[in-house]
């Protein structure tokens, strides 16, 4: 009877401490970030020199924020910190430079704990925790929106050879400070789904194991209920939408060195989430990792349930289109060529078309930074049933007909349409002059939409 007494003590006194520090409520967090938050740009529209804006504004509340290295067309790395805690923690964004939703989130999270340390959640986060963060460690690739580093090497596949700049200042603040735990921050492609099912993985994680014989390092339980806490948090505004990131142990990926060697780590991917705008998903980074953080501190991560990350699915590439055309009726049409007469001028050659057939059409549009026109292009032709689109259109009742003459996989999407209850000469070589389309899809959207 005296156990049991002394277990319930025990466990009530923990609980107690916890409530007394942590932040309640991922709604709480959202709210925090929403008021707080000093991230003007859309975070693809942040370059090298926004950054530094940013950061100089951090410097005068007092962060520390330091030039730890230089890219290889030698632009300024940094690293900041905040904390004065036992326990390590670093953080790295944007190491591909076209994945840059992380590194807003870092600047809005150091900038609100730096401004409210007299609160008693975040004094105790400061006393328990020491965070460094390398925001942008790609600044070459940022700068033109890229996913590789002005090498042409992709970053994270430069862990063991060490030929990038970037990638052998990453492993020596790594290897230098010894961090107890590591949260490697990337964008993952918007087409991925949430197990089998036609959800967008709008953010997945990943508990990085780091070896090929699936030992477990010391920190990786830890790390799957801190991936736990995460998700239940962000139920709270993306439920159904999180997915685990493909296990396959990687040796040439950082999160996998780090993690075998002594900095378990936690991969998070942000994706999309069709018709939300780019802050949402900064304001769901910042609820994630302050959730994390939180449960670091107040020692609710011992008894979170690792479970709960374990049951999500994995994610799944190949079932998601941005928008895909249903039973459209295509028809190619051969260019026009000129003929030459008897008397030297030149004709027109009658066009040539093949006879219509019906298949859907995916279309999908590949991240630009904010601004610039999209760049859509035709991905599959075919049965798209078992398939989902973020945005479907019925054209059956419509003939498609691709303005470059042939509907052909990795094509761009200037497609027309032609309601099929009209009479249309498709021999005619000034077909679009003669025949006005009903509709017109261009550059990943309508300019001319249908009726």
């Given at each position: 009877m005296k156990l049991k007494i002394s277990i319930f003590t025990v466990l009530f006194v923990f609980l107690m401490t916890s409530q007394t520090y942590s932040q309640t409520t991922a709604k709480e967090l959202g709210e925090i970030w929403e008021k707080n938050h000093v991230s003007i740009l859309p975070p693809a529209s942040v370059k090298h020199l926004h950054l530094k804006s940013y950061l100089d504004g951090l410097k005068k509340l007092g962060i520390k924020v330091e030039e730890v290295g230089r890219s290889f067309e030698n632009r300024e790395i940094y690293q900041m910190e905040f904390g004065t805690g036992k326990m390590k923690v670093f953080m790295w964004s944007q190491m591909h430079g076209n994945e840059p939703t992380a590194t807003t989130t870092l600047i809005d999270m150091f900038n609100y704990l730096q401004k409210n340390r007299d609160k008693d959640w975040v004094k105790k986060l400061e006393e328990t925790l020491t965070i460094r963060a390398v925001p942008m460690l790609n600044p070459d690739g940022a700068e033109i929106f890229t996913r590789r580093n002005a090498q042409q090497i992709d970053i994270n596949r430069d862990a063991l050879a060490l030929e990038t700049p970037e990638g052998k200042l990453l492993k020596k603040l790594r290897d230098e400070w010894k961090p107890e735990i590591g949260f490697n921050l990337h964008n993952q492609n918007p087409w991925l789904s949430v197990g089998e099912t036609k959800k967008q993985a709008t953010i997945s994680l990943l508990a990085v194991v780091g070896n090929s014989l699936g030992r477990i390092p010391?920190?990786?339980?830890?790390?799957?209920?801190?991936?736990?806490?995460?998700?239940?948090?962000?139920?709270?505004?993306?439920?159904?939408?999180?997915?685990?990131?493909d296990e396959d142990f990687n040796p040439l990926a950082f999160g996998d060195l780090f993690s075998a060697g002594g900095t378990p780590t936690i991969l998070i991917e942000t994706g999309g989430m069709e018709g939300k705008d780019p802050m949402f998903f900064v304001k769901l980074n910042f609820v994630a990792y302050l959730t994390a953080l939180n449960a670091l501190v107040d020692g609710s991560e011992k008894i979170a349930d690792a479970s709960i990350y374990e049951n999500i699915p994995l994610n799944t590439s190949g079932k998601l289109f941005n928008i895909i055309f249903r039973d459209a009726n295509i028809i190619n049409i051969a260019k026009t060529e000129?003929?030459?007469?008897?008397?030297?001028?030149?004709?027109?050659?009658?066009?040539?078309?093949?006879?219509?057939?019906?298949?859907?059409?995916?279309?999908?549009?590949?991240?630009?930074?904010?601004?610039?026109?999209?760049?859509?292009?035709?991905?599959?032709?075919?049965?798209?049933?078992?398939?989902?689109?973020?945005?479907?259109?019925?054209?059956?009742?419509?003939?498609?007909?691709?303005?470059?003459?042939?509907?052909?996989?990795?094509?761009?999407?200037?497609?027309?349409?032609?309601?099929?209850s009209r009479k249309i000469n498709w021999k005619n070589p000034n077909l679009t002059e003669k025949h006005k389309p009903d509709a017109i899809f261009s550059k990943g959207k309508w300019t001319k939409p249908l009726k």
């Open positions: 010391e920190g990786h339980d830890r790390n799957k209920r801190l991936c736990g806490l995460m998700i239940t948090a962000l139920n709270e505004y993306i439920e159904g939408h999180i997915g685990r990131y000129q003929m030459q007469t008897e008397n030297a001028s030149t004709v027109e050659k009658p066009a040539e078309f093949a006879a219509p057939f019906t298949a859907d059409v995916g279309i999908n549009i590949e991240r630009r930074r904010t601004g610039e026109p999209d760049s859509s292009f035709v991905r599959e032709i075919g049965d798209l049933s078992i398939y989902g689109g973020f945005q479907e259109f019925d054209v059956k009742k419509y003939y498609l007909i691709p303005k470059s003459g042939e509907l052909k996989l990795g094509s761009n999407t200037e497609l027309l349409f032609y309601k099929k």
